[in-house]
C-alpha cells in the first residue's frame, strides 16, 4: 500500500527547525554571500518591474495627448 506525499500535509515548526538546522549546517559558511545575491536578484527584478510599469505609463499618456483623428 502505498501513500502519495500529499497526505502527509504542512510541517509543523519542529519539523522546520530541524530543516533550518541541517540547512545551516550545510551551506553556512556561505549562507551570507547566497543571501546577498538573493537580495541583489530581488532589487534587480524590482527596477525591471518598475521599468516596465513607467514605460506602460508613458504610452498610456502618450495614447491620451495624441487625437483619434476620427
Do not use: C, H, W
Not at 44 to 65: H, L, N, T, W
Request: hydrophobic content about 40%.
Amino acid at each position: 500500500m502505498t501513500f502519495p506525499i500529499a497526505y502527509f500535509g504542512m510541517p509543523g515548526p519542529l519539523e522546520l527547525a530541524i530543516i533550518g538546522g541541517i540547512v545551516l549546517l550545510l551551506f553556512g559558511n556561505r549562507l551570507p554571500s547566497v543571501m546577498r545575491s538573493l537580495g541583489k536578484g530581488i532589487t534587480e527584478f524590482k527596477k525591471g518591474v518598475q521599468g516596465i510599469e513607467e514605460d506602460i505609463d508613458q504610452a498610456v499618456q502618450k495614447d491620451k495627448k495624441e487625437p483619434t483623428g476620427e
